[in-house]
């Protein structure tokens, strides 16, 4: 399967931005997802985008997308202890299956 | 969102006995279910896809005879692990395939905890 991976852990202090970075191989890959899960918890959708988007935006966060380069970001903006969690990218590709292949996932740790 | 219950949120079992995880959909129908496998402080690792009225479609290495799966219903799918071992103890996730906005989107459960002493 193709590979998914992004950095393990960020610490980042309170108010401050967190941006997860995550690179992918399938070049195919028709959307790509940010997933959010806390201790003992499912998995909890973020925001999704599109291939043939570059930026999206929602609220505090902001989701980047070099296709070129196959890199996806995620950016939260003032950042609050409840966003402390693990942080997963996930891409579909264009198999039609709705399979999803998963990154190891970012520990983002806020500080006070 | 879309609703994915699953039952029981934890179990703890002995060993050689079978354990059963349900999956539902509470508030739409799911063709398709996924079933996955988390280790602490590991990702998500897809175990098998199950569509409703057929035989699941099980990744490479996955036991099939010890991970059953059941999708009897579009609103419910079955995870019976057989003859359960201590390496069986993990944290196990599903999800189902449903409609939202304009695109098709994998909806959560919360998991189930599995504990084979």
């Known amino acids: 399967g193709e590979d998914v991976e992004q950095s393990l852990f960020l610490s980042v202090r309170e108010g401050d931005s967190s941006v997860i970075n995550c690179t992918y191989t399938?070049?195919?890959?028709?959307?790509l997802y940010w997933y959010k899960q806390e201790p003992g918890a499912g998995l909890q959708l973020l925001t999704y985008?599109?291939?043939?988007?570059d930026m999206k935006q929602d609220q505090r966060l902001t989701v980047l997308l070099n296709k070129k380069d196959k890199h996806l970001s995620l950016r939260i903006a003032d950042t609050q202890t409840g966003d402390s969690a693990i942080y997963f990218c996930a891409e579909m590709g264009r198999s039609g299956d709705y399979k999803l292949s998963f990154g190891a996932g970012t520990t983002v740790t806020v500080r006070a | 969102g879309a609703v994915v219950s699953q039952h029981p949120s934890w179990v703890i079992c002995k060993s050689g006995t079978s354990v059963k995880i349900e999956c539902r959909s509470l508030d739409f129908q799911a063709t398709t279910m996924f079933w996955y496998r988390q280790f602490p402080k590991q990702s998500l690792m897809l175990m098998a896809t199950s569509n409703e009225g057929s035989k699941a479609t099980y990744e490479q290495g996955v036991e099939k005879d010890k991970f059953l799966i059941n999708h009897a219903s579009l609103t419910l799918s079955t995870l019976t692990v057989t003859s359960a071992h201590p390496e069986d103890s993990s944290f196990y996730i599903c999800?189902?395939?449903?409609?939202?906005?304009?695109?098709?989107?994998?909806?959560f459960g919360p998991g189930t905890r599995l504990t084979v002493l």
């Open positions: 985008i599109f291939s043939n988007m």
């Open positions: 399938d070049s195919s890959s028709t959307y």
């Open positions: 999800s189902g395939e449903g409609r939202e906005d304009l695109y098709n989107e994998q909806f």
